[in-house]
């Protein structure tokens, strides 16, 4: 079942002098399986809007529903939410506490009521999905890199079996090498569970190769909602509200401007290679 956002708004310090509309009448629906990307500038209102959908935050006025169940109702176990909607922050020092990375993972698994056996199951299982040596299972994971981090954040949360995952800024500070790593075993973990996922990101290369749809936040409104080459054949208006589009989006219209007949909706590297050859008959 889809998380459905109905006419959301939320009022940051409401009824106060420095009040500040973070969500402005946000509707969404995100299905089933889908890997979607939200972008924004800084105060757009991307992060307010992830943390709204595992309760983190409450909406000011509107409705959000998870499987079919308004998570506002009375009746409603937040927690059960919690452990359906999985979220990892941008710094992963804000989630880790354990002595160890293993005692770390465990720890969502425990505290939804499973056994020491089948929590330490699901905890090698979702260190294993996200890569992580084993040598470094019983490490702090304070002595870890800012990816390994990252990795096991991740990992605490998959070990949970969340429906959704939702990654806000998860290459933040990590070297191409390292976001590379991180944001294909992502992919390939939705590829092989189908699990919903929604990636928080400011860099317009990797929401290009990964995603399959784009949210754009500006000033807490949708501003676009769609394919990837949709929303990036918007550059210059996303020029406007301090966006951009990915790199080879630039090049492609340079290389129109200049003749070349180019397909400018390309949008990732291979993409682009492709009908820049294509363009020149070598193909």
């Known amino acids: ?3 459905i956002l109905d006419h959301v708004n939320y009022i940051y310090g409401e009824g106060g002098p420095l009040a500040v509309k973070a969500l402005d009448d946000v509707c969404l629906q995100i299905p089933d399986g889908q890997f979607v990307g939200i972008i924004g500038h800084t105060g757009s209102g991307k992060s307010t809007l992830v943390q ?3 309760g983190l935050l409450k909406a000011t006025s509107g409705h959000i529903y998870f499987n079919g169940e308004d998570i506002y109702d009375r009746d409603f176990r937040m927690k059960k939410l919690r452990s359906k909607v999985g979220l990892v922050f941008q710094y992963p020092e804000h989630q880790l506490f354990e002595i160890d990375v293993f005692s770390d993972v465990c720890f969502g698994p425990k505290n ?3 056994d ?3 929590a330490e199951l699901k905890a090698f299982d979702a260190l294993r999905k996200v890569g992580l040596p084993t040598e470094l299972y019983y490490q702090s994971p304070f002595e870890l890199s800012g990816g390994q981090k990252r990795r096991v954040a991740i990992a605490g949360v998959l070990a949970m079996e969340p429906e959704v995952l939702i990654l806000d800024e998860p290459t933040a500070g990590l070297d191409p090498k ?3 790593e991180i944001l294909h075993q992502i992919k390939e973990l939705q590829q092989k569970t189908n699990m919903t996922i929604l990636l928080v990101s400011h860099s317009m290369e990797d929401v290009a190769e990964y995603v399959d749809r784009i ?6 409104k949708v501003m676009y909602d769609d394919v990837p080459k949709a929303v990036f054949s918007h550059y210059k208006e996303l020029e406007e509200v301090g966006l951009s589009a990915p790199q080879v989006t630039y090049i492609l219209h340079a290389l129109k401007e200049r003749g070349l007949r180019v397909d400018v909706s390309a949008t990732t590297i291979d993409e682009a290679v492709g009908t820049i050859l294509k363009t020149l008959g070598r193909t």
Not at 215 to 220: E, P, R, T
């Open 1 to 3: 079942m889809p998380i």
């Open 52 to 54: 709204h959908m595992n």
């Open 215 to 220: 949210i754009v936040m500006n000033q807490g």
């Open 178 to 180: 390292g976001r590379e």
């Open 112 to 114: 939804l009521g499973l």
């Open 116 to 118: 020491r056996k089948e």
